[in-house]
């Protein structure tokens, strides 16, 4: 293939021509870390920051560690004292991690951390060795778990730009980060406010303006015809693989609605089963493997027999419903019985007791809960616009196809 003009072909790909191709170890000090004897008491708990893999890769900056030890600790291990900036790259117990050490620390012997020299900039190198899983992977052995030694870890081929577009690919890269960091922290204090909201509403205890009637509480098969589901014999192939939808506890609890299943049955699998054809708006429950899980359906469809669901009768409003019986997890559980697997009965579930208002207010709750809902979603959706950003101009910048300088 014909190079590009102003690009050379390297061991690792082609790059820009005045990029260099440098090993590892040549562009940042690799330390190693270590662990101070779990049988001596004053090793431990002290104000000395010390992580482990497992603390590592969900976050850019690492801050403080869950466990740390004391002075006399440190200077009884193979562990070493980490300035700030230190990358912190995880060398067993999930290869490949990264992170930048935001406070004085040390690190036990799951890393090899990167001390950035003055020619390579320690952001570049974090989100340059994020993308870099699969080759630390392919460069780790070991019998009774996988480690990449030192070693390995120093002779690994990398992507050098000039110092100045180092800084500025990480600059950029590092704008789009706290965009992302935004978004989650706005998601988060939203969820929490819809959780409070939830509490207070949904139990009475703070009523929506124009609202004063009285609230009953009423058995949950009084205001919704609870029905199971069931399962067609997996040895008639003439049962599945048709187009009625078949849904599993498995596939309900993460989104609010359910639109299509995994698998999906005939006609004939259907009429030969115990499972029902449930209309749109019905409110799935999960009653066993996940007890307590729930969604709306919202098109016409059945379940197997891991399910109680609801279908409102006129006087109960089923997204009302929906963000009820979401509360009430931890009832359903404790009412649950089984040797081989935890399982609430119809019975049980019918017996459940609930706070209900009167209609219109139950529609005004529900509708306030949505709009919240969907603010949410809405929000969700740019975080995960904003990650594929990132993640393409990820893949641009830190190979010289797109230059910042």
Same mark, same amino acid.
């Given at each position: ?26 562009? %940042?000090?690799?330390v ?23 603390e ?5 900056? @690492? ?27 995880? #060398?067993? @117990? ?45 460069n ?11 070693k ?15 800084? @500025? ?36 205890k ?12 009423? %058995? ?6 609870? *029905? ?10 003439? #049962? ?7 849904f ?21 699998g ?12 019905? *409110?799935?429950?999960?009653?066993r ?13 059945c379940t ?7 279908? %409102? ?19 359903? *559980?404790?009412?649950?019985?089984? #040797? ?15 706070p ?50």
């Open positions: 293939m014909e190079l590009k003009e102003g690009f050379k072909q390297t061991e690792i790909g082609v790059i820009p021509n005045d990029w260099n191709l440098e090993c590892l170890g040549d562009v %940042a000090e690799v190693g870390g270590g662990t101070p004897s779990t049988f001596t008491k004053s090793f431990w708990d002290g104000n000395i920051n010390w992580f482990t893999p497992t590592i890769g969900k976050h850019k900056y @690492a801050y403080e560690s869950e466990r740390k030890i004391t002075k006399e600790g440190l200077d009884n291990c193979s562990a070493r004292l980490l300035p700030t900036g230190t990358v912190l790259l995880t #060398s067993r @117990a999930g290869i490949g991690d990264v992170a930048i050490l935001v406070n004085e620390s040390c690190t036990n012997q799951g890393f090899q951390s990167l001390l950035a020299n003055d020619n390579s900039n320690n952001e570049f190198l974090y989100y340059l060795i994020s993308t870099l899983k699969s080759v630390l992977l392919q780790a052995s070991g019998s009774t778990f996988l480690e990449i030694s030192p390995h870890v120093k002779a690994i081929k990398i992507p050098i730009p000039p110092l100045p577009e180092q800084q @500025a690919i990480a600059e950029v890269l590092s704008d789009i980060d706290a965009l992302i960091t935004s978004l989650d922290e706005l998601i988060e204090k939203k969820r929490n406010i819809k959780q409070g909201s939830m509490q207070l509403l949904l139990t009475g703070k009523r929506l303006a124009g609202f004063t009637g009285d609230w009953e509480t009423r %058995a949950l098969g009084d205001v919704a015809e609870v *029905v199971g589901g069931g399962t067609p014999s997996t040895f008639n192939k003439k #049962s599945w693989d048709g187009n009625i939808n078949w599993t506890p498995t596939e309900v609890g993460r989104y609010k609605y359910v639109y299509e299943s995994e698998r999906k049955i005939t006609k004939e259907l009429d030969s089963c115990s499972a029902r054809m449930l209309p749109s708006g019905t *409110v799935l429950l999960t009653t493997a996940g007890i307590g899980d729930v969604a709306i359906l919202v098109n016409e469809s197997n027999q891991g399910f109680q669901s609801l279908i %409102a009768n006129e006087n109960s409003n089923n997204e009302f419903l929906y963000y009820l019986i979401s509360t009430l997890k931890s009832l359903l *559980v404790q009412n649950a019985s089984g #040797s081989t697997f935890l399982e609430i009965s119809p019975k049980t579930v019918k017996a459940i007791r609930i209900l208002p009167p209609a219109p207010e139950q529609e005004a709750i529900a509708s306030l809960l949505s709009d919240m809902d969907a603010e949410l979603e809405s929000l969700e959706r740019h975080r995960v616009k904003y990650f594929g950003l990132k993640q393409g101009m990820m893949q641009e910048l830190l190979t010289g196809k797109t230059r910042l300088l």
